[in-house]
């Protein structure tokens, strides 16, 4: 039997088709990206975003395109196909955990929040509702990030360095108790031999990673790997160049950090400013 050809020559990734569909329907169409905002009501910016896959705006986007381009409910259903899968950021944050858990050596910075590896159930739980997870899959997923702190605990718990801009110790959570036993927490994790915590203060210099939460890991082949991450999604970035990339902007921006004794203080600073219980 010959090979089965493609029809349409197009990506079966869900995402990746959606892109393509809306890139090809705007060509076809002749409109521009300020046009289709202007008719539709969107800034033209989310058009832009869309087709570049840095966002599936939202159902009610993809039903407006439809009605825009004839498309008899084509969009939204590629739409919904794309954001129901997750095989693509799953595959990579599965492969991601298993190379962390095999990693000789981790270093780490924090843009906005704690990483995982160090939160306490309190904290994971906080962001992980945020993120829109709730119920037996709440509990699930706090109970797994509790178990990875294991990782950095015992005698051949591997070395770890983690930079957190000021802005995570300034970004408190709502319950003050919670927020104690977080920088707690992270105060007692700094003495362990095998942890050094920094912090990037307000007011340093630009540098390359200025909004790009990343972990480097070591592996035992000597191979290095980052994994990028934001709000919405990973990426595990294997390929030498890139990773030396943003290894030397991890180094510029380390230079810019507080020594790991003034940074314990910096930490010990922020618990002492925590509202004390109303005492009864």
């Known amino acids: 039997m010959p090979p089965r050809r493609a029809v349409t020559g197009r990506s079966q990734e869900p995402r990746k088709r959606f892109v393509e569909e809306l890139r090809l329907l705007r060509a076809q169409k002749g409109d521009s990206l300020r046009y289709l905002g202007d008719v539709l009501g969107w800034d033209w910016s989310l058009f832009g975003k869309m087709e570049k896959g840095e966002t599936l705006g939202g159902p009610e986007v993809a039903q407006a395109l439809d009605q825009h381009y004839g498309t008899s409910g084509l969009l939204l259903t590629l739409w919904e196909l794309a954001a129901g899968d997750p095989t693509q950021f799953k595959e990579r944050y599965r492969r991601y955990m298993a190379l962390e858990a095999e990693a000789l050596s981790l270093w780490h910075y924090g843009v906005s929040t704690i990483h995982g590896l160090l939160q306490t159930p309190g904290y994971a739980q906080v962001l992980l509702t945020v993120g829109g997870i709730k119920g037996e899959e709440l509990t699930r997923q706090v109970e797994a990030r509790a178990g990875r702190c294991k990782l950095l ?26 927020w104690r036993k977080q920088l707690e927490y992270l105060a007692e994790a700094a003495e362990r031999p095998n942890l050094t915590l920094q912090v990037l203060p307000h007011g340093s210099r630009p540098h390359g990673l200025v909004s790009t939460d990343v972990m480097f890991l070591r592996l035992p082949d000597g191979r290095a790997v980052a994994y990028t991450e934001n709000a919405h999604r990973g990426e595990l970035i294997e390929e030498t160049s890139s990773v030396e990339h943003l290894q030397r902007a991890y180094d510029a921006m380390r230079d810019l950090a507080l020594s790991p004794a003034e940074s314990r203080k910096f930490v010990m600073r922020m618990l002492e400013e925590v509202p004390c219980e109303p005492s009864t």
């Open 153 to 178: 605990t015992g005698e051949d718990a591997p070395p770890f360095r983690t930079i957190l801009s000021e802005a995570v110790l300034r970004t408190p959570l709502d319950d003050a108790e919670q």
